[in-house]
Each structure stands twice: as C-alpha cells, then as structure tokens.
C-alpha cells in the first residue's frame, strides 16, 4: 500500500486535460499567451481554490503542509474560473479589464461594487465571466458585470479600511 502525502487528501492536482482547457480559456479571455503555465502543478482544495506550484507531488516533505505556492484563481463552476490578485498579476491580461482612477480604486478597494460610469472597459468580451480592475497598471481585484454595476469579488481580509490606512 502506497502511503500519500497528507496534502494530497485535501487537494487534488488538476489533470493535464483540464490544465490545459483552463489555459485555453485563460488566454482566450484575457488575450494574452500562457504556455508558461504548462510545467506548473495546478493543486485545487475542497473549496475550489487553485493553487499553482512548481513542486510535484512526489517531492512534498514528510513535514505537514497546509498549502503549496500562490493562490492562483477559484473555480466558480466547470465554465467560469476567476483569478486571484496574485493570478492575475501573474498573467498581465491584455483584455477583459476595467481601468479605474484613484477614487473608484479607493472605493474598490473598501469594499465597494462600482458602477459602469466609474471605470473604462477595456476590449471586455461577453465570454469573459470576471474582469480585471486595473489601477495604475496594476490589477487590484476582479468584478463581474452586472447590468451597470461592477460587484466586486475581494475578500474581506483585502479590504482596506482608509480612515485608519492612511
């Protein structure tokens, strides 16, 4: 009997299959070539969350492990994936994003959905379920459209609190 990892119980590595689609619908949402990604392990934890790592299953340490690389992207079902912060930066989208000026960046990054009027979209396709939001040329979260707001998906332990930040 083949004794696995404890890590492995609790994640499951995506197969080539399906890292492969993903790739395919990452470059296609957000236009920009990813064949990088290919070597990389893609872990997926009960909750859904991607975690992309360059360490293979086989070379875990015996030691306990709680995660393995950065958090990549969750998979809100078998059509739509949305990308972390970290995701995100990691593959420079070219499209699918919503530019925004320091105030709507402020708001966003409170918590708050923005409205359409707010940000420019930038070359957004209607194929693309999550969009970037970009501030300064860096990306600070993701939003889906809905009607002519922009409902943000950033977790609570991101939101910045400005009366006591700055």
Not at 11 to 38: G, M
Not at 98 to 106: D, G, N
């Amino acid at each position: 009997m083949v004794k696995t990892h404890p890590f492995l119980e609790s994640h499951t590595l995506l197969s080539e299959e399906q890292k492969d689609t993903l790739i395919e619908r990452l470059q296609e949402w957000y236009k920009q070539e990813l064949s990088f990604l290919k070597n990389k392990y893609f872990y997926v934890t009960a909750k859904d969350k991607v975690f992309l790592s360059t360490v293979s299953p086989e070379e875990f340490p015996q030691a306990r492990v709680n995660n393995v690389g950065i958090y990549f992207g969750t998979f809100h079902d078998s059509k739509r994936f949305r990308l972390s912060i970290e995701g995100a930066l990691l593959i420079k989208p070219k499209q699918n994003l919503i530019l925004v000026e320091e105030k709507a960046a402020k708001s966003f990054l409170s918590g708050e959905n923005l409205f359409e009027e707010e940000g420019q979209r930038f070359e957004v396709t209607s194929t693309c379920p999550f969009q970037v939001v970009v501030w300064n040329n860096t990306p600070i979260g993701l939003v889906s459209i809905k009607g002519k707001e922009l409902l943000s998906y950033l977790s609570k332990g991101r939101k910045l609190d400005f009366n006591k930040v700055f």
